[in-house]
């Protein structure tokens, strides 16, 4: 399994605890520093079968101060993997990639159910 989060955020120190509870194996990755490419978005994107706006953190404040909330629907995908590949805090958190299965954000049946 692939685990992506930014280590202050608190859904994602909850996500990463149920994993560690359960004893699961993960790698680790800080997606501030280490943010996903455009292919692997891509790639998960097309896994998870969910609209690319659930890959933006609309809650985030990169988010607000680029005005994406209006600026996305005019914009090509390929502009919007940019964006997301280009700035790990835009993109929702945590991932979890765990074989062909991609879960975006934490919702903890989810992950119970893996």
Known sequence: MLFLCYPK?????KARNLLDERGLSYTFRDIKE?????EELRRWHVMSG??????????????KALGLKDRLPTMSEEEQFALLAGDGMLVKRPLLICGDKVLVGFRREEYESL
Do not use: I, R, V
């Open 9 to 13: 955020c608190t859904t994602c120190q």
């Open 50 to 63: 969910l609209p690319l706006k659930k890959f933006f953190n609309t809650s985030g404040l990169q988010y």
């Open 34 to 38: 280490d943010h996903p490419t455009p």
